[in-house]
């Protein structure tokens, strides 16, 4: 159960004309309620401001992979389907709908866009050959398949004009082990299969990837090990143990490892984020964000990471209690710092930069706020000193779909009544300029 607590904030706004400074936004993508009508939508949550904006709704009840190109267009793998989205207004520009409700990791090449599914259609029978599939980046027309990748494509990478594509049995009564994880090696400029490269007999799963220099990474989750890849020199390749204290949790949907700007790298391990040295196959700071999860750290959430100003963004995730769920920003040094609204089942966010012409005018402007009881059964006190600040003569209270649900008139002191609402959280936003603030119904 949430505890009580008085939230007091100071913000300083900042009145930005003129100069080119780069802005943040997060792309989060809701996957909605599995078998029910709250379908998945894509939402952009305004970091500068902290609007939260539904932009699209999709049909389906899953999300499993967004990626973002040049931080312009957004391509969202949903179930059965490819969107395509312009970031600057928010457009959906293409879609494609195709028998393989499977589609699990996207990314761009050139002119294509690569897909990889992670298993065939239900009731299909023989070998699936269409497991890694080419796209029209612009159109989202099909291009071709390659039939020899003949096992899921839960992850690639891509290394000028070559794709390594991690292959495993795609059988979910085995965990997906395999008795040789290997790498079909695919070339991308010709649509042609090169090769297998098989990995040693420990890499059973192989399992989510990131490229250090020429050398591929493989974190694989059922053997709690980690398999090298070198792709300038075939020959040296292995898979060792992860460190004796680390618990490898890869998570499935959206991107899974993330470097910084100092080169360290992030990813789920011990039911937590951690610090971790890929090449030396070492700790180096565990339980890094302790997220305080409910569930299985790994099945509960999604995250990503703000490397130019240092930031990690969370979600969390109740599938028995949607209306709870809600996102958490971390800074580097593993502290809460904020949080965001985020809809049902966010299971993929992205961070992108937004080129806009502003500068700094003004950093002095402070509102001090408070809001008590929270969480609460019937009536919230609000209280704040506007005095120095100009804002809307109106609060709004947002669901967790991003829709007003309530509004009223702004006073220094006043009482929000949420005694009729259901159990969950709810955002309220005072001004334009100041971050949504939760409010938590018992």
Same mark, same amino acid.
């Given at each position: 159960?949430?505890?009580?607590?008085?939230?007091?904030?100071?913000?300083?706004?900042?009145?930005?004309?003129?100069?080119?400074?780069?802005?943040?936004?997060?792309?989060?993508?809701?996957?909605?309620?599995?078998?029910?009508?709250?379908?998945?939508?894509?939402?952009?949550?305004?970091?500068?401001?902290?609007?939260?904006?539904?932009?699209?709704?999709?049909?389906?009840?899953?999300?499993?992979?967004?990626?973002?190109?040049?931080?312009?267009?957004?391509?969202?793998?949903?179930?059965?389907?490819?969107?395509?989205?312009?970031?600057?207004?928010?457009?959906?520009?293409?879609?494609?709908?195709?028998?393989?409700?499977?589609?699990?990791?996207?990314?761009?090449?050139?002119?294509?866009?690569?897909?990889?599914?992670?298993?065939?259609?239900?009731?299909?029978?023989?070998?699936?050959?269409?497991?890694?599939?080419?796209? +029209?980046?612009?159109? #989202? %027309?099909?291009?071709?398949? !390659?039939? =020899?990748? $003949?096992?899921? &494509?839960? +992850?690639?990478?891509? #290394? %000028?004009?070559?794709?390594? !594509?991690? =292959?495993? $049995?795609?059988? &979910?009564?085995?965990?997906?082990?395999?008795?040789?994880?290997?790498?079909?090696?695919?070339?991308?400029?010709?649509?042609?299969?090169?090769?297998?490269?098989?990995?040693?007999?420990?890499?059973?799963?192989?399992?989510?990837?990131?490229?250090?220099?020429?050398?591929?990474?493989?974190?694989?989750?059922?053997?709690?090990?980690?398999?090298?890849?070198?792709?300038?020199?075939?020959?040296?390749?292995?898979?060792?143990?992860?460190?004796?204290?680390?618990?490898?949790?890869?998570?499935?949907?959206?991107?899974?490892?993330?470097?910084?700007?100092?080169?360290?790298?992030?990813?789920?391990?011990?039911?937590?984020?951690?610090?971790?040295?890929?090449?030396?196959?070492?700790?180096?700071?565990?339980?890094?964000?302790?997220?305080?999860?409910?569930?299985?750290?790994?099945?509960?959430?999604?995250?990503?990471?703000?490397?130019?100003?240092?930031?990690?963004?969370?979600?969390?995730?109740?599938?028995?209690?949607?209306?709870?769920?809600?996102?958490?920003?971390?800074?580097?040094?593993?502290?809460?710092?904020?949080?965001?609204?985020?809809?049902?089942?966010?299971?993929?966010?992205?961070?992108?930069?937004?080129?806009?012409?502003?500068?700094?005018?003004?950093?002095?402007?402070?509102?001090?706020?408070?809001?008590?009881?929270?969480?609460?059964?019937?009536?919230?006190?609000?209280?704040?000193?506007?005095?120095?600040?100009?804002?809307?003569?109106?609060?709004?209270?947002?669901?967790?779909?991003?829709?007003?649900?309530?509004?009223?008139?702004?006073?220094?002191?006043?009482?929000?009544?949420?005694?009729?609402?259901?159990?969950?959280?709810?955002?309220?936003?005072?001004?334009?300029?100041?971050?949504?603030?939760?409010?938590?119904?018992?």
């Amino acid at each position: 159960m949430l505890r009580y607590f008085y939230l007091f904030t100071t913000f300083l706004l900042f009145f930005l004309v003129k100069n080119n400074l780069s802005a943040q936004k997060l792309l989060i993508v809701n996957g909605g309620i599995f078998g029910g009508s709250d379908y998945a939508n894509v939402a952009i949550y305004d970091v500068t401001n902290a609007s939260y904006t539904v932009i699209d709704t999709i049909f389906v009840n899953s999300i499993q992979d967004v990626y973002i190109e040049n931080d312009s267009f957004a391509y969202v793998a949903a179930q059965d389907s490819i969107i395509k989205y312009d970031l600057i207004n928010g457009d959906r520009l293409a879609a494609a709908a195709f028998n393989a409700p499977s589609t699990v990791r996207l990314k761009v090449w050139r002119n294509k866009l690569i897909v990889g599914n992670w298993y065939a259609p239900f009731g299909f029978v023989g070998t699936y050959t269409n497991n890694f599939r080419l796209f +029209d980046k612009q159109t #989202l %027309n099909y291009l071709d398949s !390659i039939p =020899q990748v $003949t096992k899921g &494509a839960v +992850d690639f990478v891509i #290394l %000028n004009d070559t794709a390594y !594509i991690a =292959q495993n $049995t795609n059988d &979910a009564s085995t965990n997906f082990e395999d008795a040789m994880g290997y790498l079909a090696v695919v070339d991308l400029q010709n649509n042609l299969f090169v090769r297998n490269e098989t990995l040693n007999t420990q890499g059973y799963d192989l399992g989510r990837m990131i490229l250090i220099d020429e050398q591929i990474v493989a974190l694989n989750g059922v053997s709690n090990t980690i398999s090298y890849y070198n792709t300038a020199n075939p020959s040296q390749k292995s898979t060792a143990v992860a460190d004796s204290n680390a618990d490898l949790q890869p998570i499935l949907a959206g991107a899974c490892i993330y470097k910084d700007t100092l080169e360290n790298y992030f990813f789920p391990f011990n039911d937590a984020i951690g610090r971790y040295n890929l090449v030396d196959n070492l700790i180096e700071e565990s339980n890094f964000i302790q997220h305080g999860q409910t569930v299985p750290f790994s099945t509960a959430f999604a995250y990503t990471v703000d490397s130019l100003n240092k930031l990690f963004y969370l979600t969390k995730i109740f599938y028995a209690a949607q209306n709870n769920n809600y996102g958490v920003v971390y800074n580097h040094q593993g502290d809460s710092v904020a949080t965001f609204p985020v809809g049902y089942s966010p299971e993929v966010i992205a961070i992108y930069d937004v080129k806009t012409p502003i500068s700094v005018q003004k950093i002095q402007n402070k509102v001090e706020l408070s809001i008590f009881p929270n969480p609460s059964a019937d009536l919230v006190n609000v209280k704040a000193n506007f005095s120095s600040l100009q804002v809307k003569n109106a609060w709004y209270l947002y669901n967790s779909e991003g829709k007003i649900i309530q509004n009223g008139q702004i006073s220094d002191n006043f009482q929000i009544s949420i005694a009729h609402l259901t159990q969950g959280i709810y955002w309220l936003q005072l001004a334009p300029n100041l971050p949504l603030q939760a409010i938590f119904k018992q």
